[in-house]
């Protein structure tokens, strides 16, 4: 295939900050760091990375970039990114199967249930 993803990049106020804090909570090394790029990846030559780079300006309302993970154990991956310094938040997805928190910049991303094998 001629095409490859190479990173997702996610607009910060603290880019190093920011990053530092998906790095820990994914488990991801930083392969990268300077004043104006803080790049994490799963392994240092594994694809794809996250790259956090200072933002424009202000962000106004809900972010267009939303993840979603699928853990083994939901229960303890949401109480762990909650430590970690995530929080719950409602945007109005009812009742439903997965638990939707924010990063301290107020990213919103989605656990998702255990993956369900038929």
Known sequence: ???AWEQVIVEAADPAALGQWW??????VVVYSSADE??????????PG?????????RKGKSPLHLDFRPDDQAAEVERLLAHGARRVDIGQGDVAWVVLADPEGNEFCVLSEQQLS
């Open 1 to 3: 295939m001629g095409l």
């Open 23 to 28: 790095a820990d909570a994914l488990g991801w």
């Open 38 to 47: 803080f790049e994490i990846r799963p392994e240092p030559d594994r694809l």
């Open 50 to 58: 996250i790259d956090f780079i200072p933002a424009a300006g202000s």
